[in-house]
């Protein structure tokens, strides 16, 4: 192994799933990036990333902090351009296929169909039942049913109904930070995406209710592809199938888990995993 | 937004349109035709002042009379129609109430950020507001039946009204904009600025002297420039307590006859496109072009100030 | 003794006694200025309200002398209502525009607050000049409540566009971003989260926009205003201010009990602007 030069982009088809599990067909791709340059005004942040993030999988996204792991995250459900000044210069953003920052797509539906969690839980200043219909409302995803009906799946599935059933008329705002990030949780789901994205969504909280999400996130990988940044290596480690290392803007190593953490190819990797910088 | 043409034959990701396109659509209709109202007032004042001035100022002969040359007497035959007294009133009130509010404003502004605790401090800011907030004619009023009176019994003069007291109830009519602004410039001087000057062991006025008075310079300088434009500005009282007299003032305790005192008391009388009208305008557009030199001033000094400390707010 | 810590110079030392000094005196005129004005107009003024006063229209000869200023108050609240109704609407759909629609570091975006800025600036007798030639003499509106509600509308513009634009932007970034994020439109965003959450700092600032047009003579002076008129304000007929009618007392020195009468009223007014200006604001805190 030489030393890796910072500008490495590993070649799409690095061969993961064959490592992982032997028995199980490569997985689909759900969201393929290529060559994604992306610059705040006139400063480059993320540097032609090409890679491809699988369906049905837990992805990670790591690295040291200001390497872009936002950046590129925002980038997957076009959250980007609402940071003033944030935009795609170069590459393409492909989900199933289609091509997210083409013209003729709305990136309304694209927000939708790519659903994220913030770092910070930000709950609505309505009531928890609002909170968590907000968007299903909007798109017209209850359509006549039951809310509370609608909004109890939700809920439940992120553990949170029976903690709230009796409260959900309350102030969102009265829950506690744990409870305030899964309700976040619960709201993007309610949207119905097709991918789910989050952006460090433990940073905020304690260690039980980062062990709550991190169990969710195990769970809905079975329903759609989910990215998880995290600079957390820990972290990184309990959740993820497949990762991502960001650093200074480009793409150094990907692979399944398994590999990078056991025998990253690159030597950033490998410092960054043994803690020696964050 | 444009939704999206084709489905495209995947699982429908982000094929289907959002909702809600019309009502967005919509919103923004309203909101940029409110925009482009405003704008157009906006332009439409500036070019109505221009226009209508326009006849009494379209040659240097005819400027240089208009802004110097001539004394105001409409009624001669022919009619005379320089406005020199009205700019030497505005100068001269303007230059006196500043003279006079400056000094204190900027005490009231030192006092507010470095030597009040904060209960008198919170209990300074509704004064401000207090002060700020009353009539322009009702400031007239009060110093007319103050001020005047008392000229007019102490100082053994046949009315009161005066230039020196259009400024002093001027000067209190600004006050509160300088020592607001001026007291935030000084709080925004950065707090470690202050610690290290006084981990010297000066005094707090050789802080304030020689540090705070430097670093709050372009709030200090915007605050005098707000006083500025509201002090031309300021028609009611002036026009109560000036005098109005349509001579040439030589002194303050003369009686003079500031911009808006005679736009306000000579429009009534003159009549639509008169070039009585066209004066009055010309003496509109040199208000508007004084206050918005000022207003530029200003602009570009909060620029440098909200750089400069790193975005107060 | 030794002199490692030498006590300073007696001139440095009063130096800074004078300026604490002068200071706390600074302080203390800018607490007794607006109290005691105001104070002064309130003592003065308080012996000259009866019901009558308020509740009558000017009487005597010369007219002025007796009865009240019922008119007068009719015709500033009629300026102010009716110029609400044609700022108001007007100013918070350009803030929302300026803060939702525009690119906050593209041309338009700035060369806009730059321009309300400048409208907020102009000398209120100016916009008493624009209002007469533009309402009372093109559009034929002729001196009336229209023209004074049109021009004070015009004066209350900038202000309450301002006022909405900042507790616009004031919205956290996370709030928007979460928002938006879930694919809303801008619309509904702003109508279900946004507007909800500033509507006190919008009803903030109009009181106060309201305040000042309350008060000013000048924009009104020449386009609605009226020396006297009986009955209820009428939108094609000149009307009676507050304002204007301290100023034709005062000016032709008719009468000071009436102008000491009207001067409380106003200060009155003043006062409830400010007051629930203050008590909104403190909800805003909660």
């Excluded at chain 1, 539906?109 to 839980?121: E, F, L, N």
């Excluded at chain 2, 919509?26 to 482009?36: E, F, K, M, N, P």
């Excluded at chain 2, 202050?194 to 010297?200: F, G, I, K, N």
Aim: charged residues 15%.
């Amino acid at each position: 192994m030489t030393a890796p030069s910072l500008s490495v982009c590993p070649a799409p088809e690095a061969p993961p799933q064959e490592h992982k599990a032997p028995r199980a067909a490569p997985l689909p791709t759900a969201f393929e990036l290529n060559a994604l340059t992306i610059a705040y005004g006139t400063i480059p942040v993320l540097r032609g990333v090409t890679c491809r993030i699988p369906e049905g999988a837990v992805t990670a996204i790591m690295g040291p902090s200001g390497c872009g792991k936002s950046t590129l995250v925002k980038a997957l459900n076009r959250t980007l351009e609402l940071t003033g000044g944030a935009r795609v210069t170069g590459g393409k953003v492909m989900f199933h296929g289609q091509d997210l920052y083409a013209s003729s797509v709305d990136p309304r539906a694209v927000r939708k169909a790519v659903g994220i969690i913030h770092q910070r839980p930000v709950p609505f200043p309505m009531s928890v039942l609002e909170n968590v219909l907000f968007g299903a409302a909007f798109h017209s995803e209850i359509d006549g049913g039951d809310r509370t009906a609608y909004a109890r799946r939700y809920l439940d599935r992120v553990g949170l109904w029976d903690e709230v059933k009796d409260r959900l008329g309350d102030r969102a705002e009265q829950l506690s930070g744990g409870q305030q990030q899964r309700l976040c949780l619960a709201r993007t789901l309610a949207t119905k995406p097709k991918a789910l994205l989050l952006d460090e969504p433990c940073s905020a909280l304690d260690p039980a209710a980062t062990r709550h999400i991190e169990d969710h996130v195990r769970d809905l990988k079975r329903d759609f592809p989910v990215v998880i940044v995290t600079h957390n290596v820990a972290q990184a480690r309990r959740v993820s199938d497949y990762v991502l290392f960001l650093y200074e803007g480009a793409l150094i190593e990907a692979g399944p888990a398994e590999q990078i953490f056991t025998a990253p190819a690159s030597d950033l990797a490998r410092a960054f995993i043994a803690g020696q910088f964050g | 937004m444009i939704p999206p043409r084709s489905a495209g034959c995947d699982v429908g990701a982000v094929a289907a349109p959002a909702r809600g396109g019309r009502a967005d659509g919509l919103l923004r209709l309203g909101c940029w035709t409110a925009l482009a109202t405003v704008a157009l007032t906006l332009g439409a004042l500036v070019l109505l002042i221009c226009h209508e001035a326009w006849p009494a100022v379209s040659s240097p002969e005819k400027l240089w009379t208009l802004l110097v040359g001539q004394d105001w007497a409409p009624l001669l035959e022919p009619p005379r129609l320089g406005i020199r007294h009205a700019i030497v009133s505005t100068v001269m009130v303007t230059a006196l109430s500043l003279a006079l509010a400056v000094p204190l404003g900027f005490g009231i502004g030192l006092f507010v950020a470095e030597l009040a605790p904060r209960w008198i401090r919170s209990l300074l800011q509704p004064c401000f507001e207090l002060l700020a907030g009353i009539p322009s004619v009702v400031y007239g009023f009060f110093g007319y039946v103050t001020l005047v009176a008392w000229f007019e019994r102490y100082g053994h003069m046949a009315t009161g009204e005066s230039l020196l007291v259009a400024s002093i109830v001027l000067a209190i009519m600004v006050l509160p904009f300088i020592a607001s602004v001026s007291g935030e410039a000084f709080a925004a001087v950065p707090e470690g600025l202050r610690q290290a000057a006084y981990s010297v062991g000066v005094t707090r006025w050789h802080v304030a002297r020689r540090i705070l008075f430097r670093a709050a310079m372009p709030g200090l300088f915007a605050a005098v420039a707000l006083g500025l434009a509201r002090a031309v500005g300021e028609t009611l009282a002036v026009l109560l307590l000036a005098g109005n007299s349509t001579a040439l003032p030589t002194s303050l305790l003369d009686r003079g006859q500031p911009l808006t005192a005679l736009i306000a008391t000579e429009l009534p009388e003159a009549g639509v496109d008169t070039a009585k009208y066209h004066a009055l305008y010309a003496a509109g557009l040199v208000l508007l072009v004084l206050t918005g030199i000022i207003n530029l001033i200003v602009w570009r000094l909060k620029g440098r100030i909200v750089v400069g400390h790193g975005g107060g707010g | 003794m030794s002199s490692l810590v030498a006590p300073l110079r007696p001139a440095v030392i009063n130096a800074d006694r004078l300026y604490v000094g002068l200071g706390w005196l600074a302080g203390a005129i800018g607490f007794a200025l607006p109290l005691s004005i105001v104070g002064y107009l309130l003592i003065e003024g308080v012996g000259r309200l009866s019901w009558d006063f308020l509740l009558l229209p000017p009487m005597g000869y010369p007219l002025g002398t007796a009865g009240g200023i019922a008119p007068a108050i009719l015709g500033s609240l009629a300026l102010v209502g009716l110029g609400l109704v044609i700022a108001l609407p007007l100013a918070v759909a350009s803030a929302v525009g300026l803060s939702e629609y525009a690119d906050p570091a593209g041309m338009a975006a700035k060369t806009m607050r730059f321009a309300t800025e400048s409208l907020a600036a102009v000398p209120a007798v100016l916009y008493g000049l624009f209002g007469y030639t533009v309402f009372v003499v093109f559009c034929r509106f002729q001196i009336s409540l229209l023209s004074g509600a049109l021009t004070l509308g015009l004066v209350m513009l900038p202000i309450i566009l301002i006022g909405t634009h900042a507790a616009l932007q004031a919205v956290e970034f996370e709030l928007r971003e979460s928002v938006l994020a879930l694919g809303v439109s801008r619309a509904h965003a702003v109508r279900r989260l946004f507007l909800p959450r500033v509507l006190p700092s919008i009803v903030a600032v109009t009181v106060l926009a309201a305040g000042h047009a309350f008060g000013s003579a000048a924009p009104v002076m020449f386009t609605a205003s009226v020396a006297y008129a009986r009955g209820v304000p009428a939108l094609d007929a000149p009307v009676m201010t507050l304002p204007t009618h301290l100023y034709y007392i005062v000016s032709e020195a008719i009468d000071l009990e009436q102008a000491y009468g009207t001067a409380l009223v106003l200060v009155l007014g003043l006062l409830c602007t400010n007051v629930l200006a203050l008590l909104l604001r403190r909800w805003l805190e909660r």
